[in-house]
C-alpha cells in the first residue's frame, strides 16, 4: 500500500519562529490535506491542495502541492503558542482511501 | 462550515459491555468514515460507508461492526468490549469524487476507555 513519510517527528521552537514540516510519498497523489490536531480534539482541515505546484495559503499558514505529485511542504510563519498541536499531512489517488502520514508534534518552547 | 458531531467524547466500559459511538453530519456527505487513533500508531480505518446501508471495512475492522441506516448518521458499534479496544475514536465524513476531492472532516473524537 501507499507509505506517507512524514518530518520531522516532532519540533521544538521559540515563539515567533517559523516552521518547515513535509510529506513524501511513495506514489503520487492527486490531493494533498494538512490537518491540526489540539490535544483531546479531533483534526481539523488546514489546507487542500488538488493540483501539482499549487501554493495555498491560509493566514500565517503556506502550503505547497509538489510538482512530483509525490510531496508536499507546511510552512507556519511567524509561531504563536496556539499553534501548538499535532499537525498531519494526508493524501490520495483517484478512489483510494486516503492515507495519512504519522504526525508532527509542534512545541514552542517559552 | 462542515459539523461532524460524535455523541459521546469520554466513556468508560466495562469488559464485555456492548458500545455504541454516535456520530451525524449535516453536510449531506455521502462517506463516513471511523478511524481509531493510539500514540505511535496513528490514525487507523476501522470501517467505512459509501452509502446508507452500505459498508466496508477499513485496515482494523475485527471487534467492529458498523450500521448506517441514515445518510446523516453513522454508527460503530463494539459487540463486547476489550481492553485492547481503549482507545480514541475518529468520526469523520466527506463528499466524495467532486472537484473538491475527497476531503475529509472529523469530529470531536469520543475517548473509550474499557476496564
Known amino acids: 500500500g501507499q507509505q506517507l513519510n512524514q518530518s520531522p517527528q516532532s519540533m521544538f521552537i521559540q515563539e515567533g519562529e517559523d516552521v518547515s514540516m513535509n510529506c513524501t510519498s511513495s506514489s503520487i497523489f492527486n490531493t494533498w490535506l494538512w490537518y491540526k490536531q489540539d490535544p483531546g480534539e479531533g483534526p481539523v482541515l488546514l489546507i487542500a491542495l488538488y493540483k501539482a505546484g499549487e501554493l495555498t495559503s491560509n493566514g500565517r499558514l503556506t502550503a505547497q502541492f509538489g510538482i512530483t505529485r509525490k510531496d508536499s511542504f507546511l510552512n507556519i510563519s511567524a509561531s504563536i503558542p496556539s499553534d501548538v498541536g499535532i499537525y498531519f499531512c494526508a493524501g490520495h489517488f483517484g478512489n483510494e482511501k486516503l492515507t495519512f502520514g504519522t504526525g508532527t508534534r509542534l512545541t514552542i518552547i517559552p | 462550515d462542515v459539523k461532524v458531531t460524535q455523541s459521546s467524547r469520554y466513556l468508560v466500559k466495562r469488559t464485555g459491555e456492548k458500545v455504541f459511538l454516535e456520530c451525524v453530519q449535516d453536510m449531506d456527505h455521502e462517506n463516513m468514515f471511523w478511524y481509531r487513533q493510539d500514540p505511535g500508531l496513528g490514525l487507523r480505518l476501522i470501517y467505512f460507508?459509501?452509502?446508507?446501508?452500505?459498508?466496508e471495512k477499513g485496515d482494523i475492522p475485527e471487534g467492529y461492526s458498523v450500521s448506517r441506516e441514515k445518510k446523516e448518521r453513522f454508527s460503530l458499534i463494539l459487540e463486547s468490549a476489550s481492553t485492547n479496544q481503549t482507545s480514541m475514536y475518529l468520526c469523520?465524513?466527506?463528499?466524495?469524487?467532486?472537484?473538491?476531492?475527497?476531503?475529509?472532516?472529523f469530529g470531536e473524537g469520543s475517548w473509550l476507555t474499557v476496564v
Open positions: 460507508s459509501y452509502d446508507v446501508k452500505m459498508k
Open positions: 469523520a465524513s466527506s463528499s466524495g469524487l467532486q472537484a473538491g476531492g475527497n476531503t475529509i472532516y
